[in-house]
């Protein structure tokens, strides 16, 4: 028996070295040039080989006996496991079922997800390629997580890629940047992560170099820990969703004290008249004062007229979370911000201006590397019908409807299979209950996985997926410099498959499996994958380099792209020449007020920013009822729902339930002690959690993480009890708005009581119950 062996890999999370001791996960540490490796990494020792895999290929009990059809069994039923080539030849026999009767619009191609770092096996990437194959699916656009700001941002500066590639960089703002105002903070437990890895964290000690220099935050969120103690911040606790009334105070002082920048203004932006009205009142009669702000946000008068003096005296950055755009009317802070740096003129000056998502991902406010990465080419989709990603209920629930979307009024087809590859709507989505009622309608419901999470319990088909460390890959994120050898370190799970050589053997089914594989292996893949960018960094535009052949790449672990730019500010090539870098908005500036967004006539986002007042406050009638604010943020301990059985996941865990953080003065007034099973609930549905009784939530403000795994009750009854705490439960499934449509589900009224008696335990990790061949063939 050979002894332990180190490999490299890359997970979301982050570079690091995998020990593999007979063939088990012993040991996991950091890339040696990460200067903060992410502890999320620990969750691979136990949770990759952990019993809630899917080990065999899985058919729901009632699909198999009563053929393809609505049901209301889905999340309930037995499954039975079956061979491969019974799995697969029942699924392609539903497939061209639904195609012939159909069409390919009937079927959505879902797999929204996170499932691996790799640029080969990249789920999203391998199951569109093979749907594209066969005709292609109703598809997605955007992202659970910036869904708002991926619209809006395109309307007011031109696009997302300069906002989300080239934000403002750290070295730029120790160096130039005398004050940070942080909406909605910069959490470092959201920048341990970055789509495709990240090798290298620096969030953590740019923020601890940033305490040494003194460099001043004000932080406006209802969660002190937005912002790490070391930071020198001074935290305003503003009442959750009433952000935007604050920067419109301290937009009135700068306006109203002659403090904006006329001239920038001018040159720069359009629309600035419009904006600047409201601002005063004289389009609506309402000054946006910082008197009018402190009723609705909770932070006094004085101490926002103060502030924007501060704003304007010094180089000031104004930085906006991604956090707050994923709620009702999104949109508005976002450009609220931009806004509010535009009135400062400071933007593209070395260190000032906007910032989006400092502390929402490890790649934004890092250097920019310019080469091309390995990308598993999809093809072309036929299919035209497509909906924002976080409609996915509605789209279930209005065949032959129709959805507003960003001036468009989109057509929903009738979806008849939904097939879901490396992802987990049942982490991602707004009110379970309603989707669970919607995932009844479709004929059938695939799904590939590595564990029984609770979307794949709703499948009627699902097959047992590798993660990264059972295949080889390659490995590289956005701007990180390093291309990783994700060499196989464990023999696949039980009978687990690639994604690739599930859809290879379906293709053979569907008789496109030369279309699919171009003859080639996995393995052949990721070699032909490496020798393309290998070719596209010799043939750089600006910079040419050499990478080594494939097979010295793979023996070395890994290679390295030169950094183009690591000390710049965003937008200040615009700055310097807004002429020779006109922004692709229609007037090529800054859009303060757009013409676009106005004539789209919609009411809950006009053509400028506004204070527009959400369903879901402690200002609104709705709070008479659930009168706590809870924050259903990112978790700190896994991404998303990710390895949530790991022991870093289960160590943050509250009698074995999802933590939520609630203020001394609403535990008292509910006899809550630290360390309570609590009951959470609304009109929506109901779950239970730990208690953690803290000050550093803002009073009538409870803080719920997403990402446990849900796991009802009684999966029969509608509305059933979550027992280990999902959020979603909860949360409403409506769009930010009508141009953008995302996702809405940061924010939601509860109430909170101490759970009496004995709780149910938490069941979210075992497999679901398996029913024999036998006792089901006729």
């Given amino acids: 028996m050979s002894g332990p062996t180190t490999s490299p890999s890359l997970s979301h999370w982050g570079a690091f070295r995998v020990t593999v001791d007979d063939d088990r996960i012993v040991g996991v540490e950091g890339h040696p040039d990460d200067p903060a490796p992410s502890p999320l990494l620990a969750n691979f020792v136990d949770g990759i080989q952990h019993r809630a895999r899917v080990t065999r290929p899985a058919i729901r009990r009632g699909w198999l006996e009563q053929g393809p059809g609505p049901s209301d069994r889905r999340g309930a039923d037995e499954f039975v496991e079956v061979a491969w080539d019974e799995a697969l030849e029942l699924l392609g026999t539903e497939l061209a079922r639904v195609r012939a009767e159909h069409g390919n619009e009937s079927i959505y191609g879902g797999s929204y997800g996170w499932a691996s770092a790799g640029r080969f096996h990249h789920a999203q990437s391998q199951i569109h390629r093979f749907l594209n194959c066969i005709g292609g699916c109703t598809s997605s656009f955007g992202s659970y997580s910036l869904g708002a700001s991926e619209v809006i941002l395109p309307h007011v500066v031109g696009g997302t890629g300069e906002v989300l590639r080239r934000a403002t960089t750290w070295k730029a703002i120790l160096e130039h940047t005398n004050l940070v105002v942080a909406f909605g903070g910069m959490n470092p437990k ?169 502390g929402s991902m490890a790649d934004v406010g890092v250097p920019t590397v310019s080469y091309p990465l390995p990308t598993f080419e999809q093809g072309r989709n036929l299919v035209e019908t497509y909906i924002p990603v976080a409609q996915i209920t509605h789209l279930l629930e ?126 052949d893949w990721v070699a032909h994958l490496y020798e393309e960018f290998r070719d596209r960094c010799a043939n750089h535009r600006t910079v040419p380099i050499e990478q080594p052949p494939f097979e010295d790449f793979w023996a070395a672990g890994e290679c390295r792209l030169p950094i183009s730019s690591d000390s710049h500010t965003l937008f200040d090539r615009f700055r310097a020449d807004p002429e020779e870098h006109r922004l692709p908005t229609p007037s090529g500036r800054i859009e303060l007020f757009s013409a676009t967004i106005d004539g789209f006539g919609y009411d809950d986002c006009p053509g400028h920013p506004a204070w527009l007042e959400p369903e879901e406050w402690l200002g609104g009638a709705r709070a008479a009822s659930f009168p706590l604010h809870c924050i259903a ?125 004995e709780p149910p335990p938490v069941r979210a990790h075992r497999p679901p119950t398996f029913a024999s061949r036998a006792r089901h063939e006729p």
Wanted: glycine letters at 12%; charged letters at 20%.
């Fill in 190 to 358: 959201n920048a341990w992560v970055s789509p495709g890895g990240v090798t290298r964290h620096t969030l953590v000690p740019s923020l601890a170099e940033a305490g040494r220099r003194g460099l001043a935050f004000e932080l406006f969120s209802p969660l002190r820990s937005d912002l790490p103690p070391e930071v020198a911040t001074t935290w305003h606790p503003v009442v959750p969703g009433a952000d935007v009334a604050a920067m419109l105070a301290l937009a009135h002082v700068l306006v109203t004290e002659g403090l904006h920048d006329e001239a920038f203004l001018d040159r720069y932006t359009v629309g600035a008249d419009r904006l600047v009205a409201y601002v005063r009142g004289e389009s609506d009669g309402v000054p946006k004062s910082p008197e009018w702000a402190e009723g609705i946000c909770g932070i006094a008068a004085g101490t926002l007229r103060d502030l924007a003096r501060r704003m304007a005296a010094g180089r000031t950055l104004v930085t906006v979370s991604w956090g707050l755009q994923r709620t009702r009317h999104g949109e508005q802070p976002v450009w609220m911000g931009i806004a509010l740096a535009a009135l400062l003129g400071q933007i593209g000056l070395p260190g000032g201006g906007f910032g989006h998502g400092y």
């Fill in 633 to 757: 943020n990112q978790p700190s301990s896994r991404l998303h729902g990710q390895l949530d059985a790991g022991a870093h996941s289960q160590a943050s865990k509250v009698a074995g339930r999802e933590p939520i953080r609630i203020h001394p003065a609403d535990a008292g007034a509910r006899g809550i002690d630290d360390g309570d099973v609590v009951r959470v609930f609304n009109d929506r549905g109901e779950c239970l959690a730990g208690a953690i009784v803290t000050d550093e939530v803002r009073p009538q403000v409870v803080n719920l993480s997403t990402g446990a795994w849900y796991d009802p009750v009684d999966p029969a009854r509608p509305g059933a009890l979550c027992a280990h705490g999902n959020p979603n439960v909860l949360t409403a499934d409506v769009g930010s708005s009508r141009l953008a449509q995302g996702c809405s589900g940061q924010h939601v009224l509860v109430e909170v009581e101490r759970f009496a008696g």
């Fill in 398 to 523: 209005h065949p032959g409807g129709t959805l507003d979307f960003d001036g468009r009024r989109l057509r929903l087809p009738d979806i008849r299979l939904v097939y879901w590859a490396g992802g987990n709507p049942f982490h991602h989505h707004q009110d379970l209950n309603r989707l669970r009622r919607a995932l009844a309608r479709p004929d059938t419901v695939v799904v590939h996985d590595s564990f029984w999470t609770a979307t794949a319990r709703h499948a009627d088909i699902v097959l047992p997926a590798t993660t990264s460390l059972e295949r080889d890959d390659l490995g590289s994120g956005r701007n990180d410099g390093y291309v990783i050898a994700m060499r196989r370190a464990i023999e696949p799970v039980g009978e687990a498959r690639d994604d690739y050589e599930i859809f290879a053997g379906l293709a053979k089914h569907l008789d496109v499996y030369d279309e699919f594989t171009e003859g080639r292996t996995a393995r």
